[in-house]
């Protein structure tokens, strides 16, 4: 999924005020938490995003996994909106999600092993 695509998703289903690039820092905020979280990097290898420069960039967690983006960014919305009740409900999805994605990706990559960059695709030495 494209960034701009979980911006339009979430505007579609959840109007708001936001700029874009406000909402492309909450989806960075979330890109940061799966690279430090799950793939086990420093934070001096952390990728973020800027709108202009990065709104047909591929998100770096695919399907079925990618929903984890659209339950942050809405919960993003309505904490700042101040709506706390569906922002509590929002978190929950998303850390449900979150969960999920780790489970799946510890099981399949095993993250703690090191992770090669070769040719722009990861491999486990």
């Known amino acids: 999924m494209k960034l701009k695509e979980v911006i339009e998703f979430?505007?579609?289903?959840?109007?708001?005020?936001?700029?874009?690039e406000q909402k492309t820092r909450w989806v960075s905020d979330c890109e940061g938490m799966v690279q430090t979280q799950i793939f086990l990097l420093a934070p001096e290898e952390i990728i973020t995003?800027?709108?202009?420069?990065?709104k047909e960039t591929e998100l770096l967690v695919g399907p079925p996994h990618e929903?984890?983006?659209?339950?942050?960014?809405?919960?993003?919305?309505?904490?700042?909106?101040?709506?706390?009740?569906?922002?509590?409900?929002?978190?929950?999805m998303f850390n449900s999600e979150f969960s999920e994605f780790m489970r799946w990706f510890a099981g399949a990559y095993r993250p703690a092993d090191t992770w090669i960059e070769e040719d722009g695709h990861g491999k486990l030495s």
């Open 49 to 54: 995003y800027s709108w202009q420069k990065d």
């Open 10 to 20: 979430a505007d579609s289903i959840k109007p708001n005020g936001f700029t874009d």
């Open 67 to 92: 929903k984890l983006y659209l339950s942050y960014l809405c919960a993003l919305i309505d904490f700042a909106n101040g709506e706390y009740g569906k922002y509590q409900n929002s978190m929950q």
